[in-house]
């Protein structure tokens, strides 16, 4: 599969605990895009990477997440002390550097009970 | 925040018919793309229509852009049962200056009854 893949494809997990999801692009793909959709919404951007460079974050991204690109290869999400409202979906997308298309992952459903 | 809005939220039609589905935005772009979104899975890329462009087609598909309006418009035609998913718009305003400026809009929801 050649594709954008997400892992795990769901999470349930108490309020208060760490939760790290985990994006592996399409392989020649330099930006890799973090994005957050809730029930009916669309999604939100959360983040963006370009090779290991985390060049520009949401607001929507409290001090609580944290993303990184270690080799400018896969990527992870961290969400510390999750909170109720912290449940939704979580997608990644991939593209070229200048390319307008943005591939996506099946994304990874949290839900923090 | 998001950018588009698309029109209407929900659309429910028969198979066969045509669906058509608006989507406006709140500044210029470079251009707008349409995303579908089965139940419970990532968005696949449908089509892009860049600013200088009008009116694109592809299989069933046609979009229209009217920058004066910031609005834009997807007809599905002949739709399918197939064709039952979420739509929505995504506009591109990124530029070197104020980087990354890609912003979905709410969706429509689209409902073919076989």
């Known amino acids: 599969d050649t594709g954008v893949s997400q892992d795990p494809r769901h999470k349930i997990t108490k309020r208060g605990q760490n939760v790290t999801f985990r994006c592996d692009p399409i392989?020649?793909?330099?930006?890799l895009y973090w994005y957050r959709q809730t029930l009916g919404q669309g999604p939100e951007f959360l983040t963006y990477f370009q090779n290991e460079a985390q060049l520009e974050k949401s607001r929507l991204l409290s001090d609580r997440f944290s993303a990184e690109r270690p080799k400018g290869s896969f990527s992870t999400l961290e969400i510390q002390r999750t909170e109720q409202g912290d449940s939704a979906m979580y997608l990644c997308a991939s593209s070229f550097i200048g390319g307008s298309i943005q591939y996506f992952g099946a994304g990874t459903r949290l839900s923090v009970l | 925040s998001q950018q588009g809005e698309e029109d209407p939220q929900a659309l429910s039609i028969q198979e066969g018919e045509n669906a058509t589905m608006n989507c406006s935005y709140k500044t210029s772009i470079n251009n707008l793309q349409w995303y579908r979104q089965n139940s419970g899975r990532g968005l696949v890329h449908l089509i892009l229509?860049?600013?200088?462009?009008r009116e694109k087609h592809s299989g069933r598909l046609r979009v229209t852009l009217d920058t004066s309006k910031k609005s834009s418009s997807l007809l599905i035609t002949a739709s399918r049962a197939a064709d039952t998913a979420s739509y929505f718009c995504?506009?591109?305003?990124?530029?070197?200056?104020?980087?990354?400026?890609?912003?979905f809009g709410t969706g429509t929801s689209l409902t073919v009854i076989p």
């Open positions: 995504a506009t591109d305003a990124s530029t070197v200056r104020a980087g990354n400026q890609f912003y």
């Open positions: 229509i860049r600013s200088n462009e």
């Open positions: 392989s020649e793909h330099n930006r």
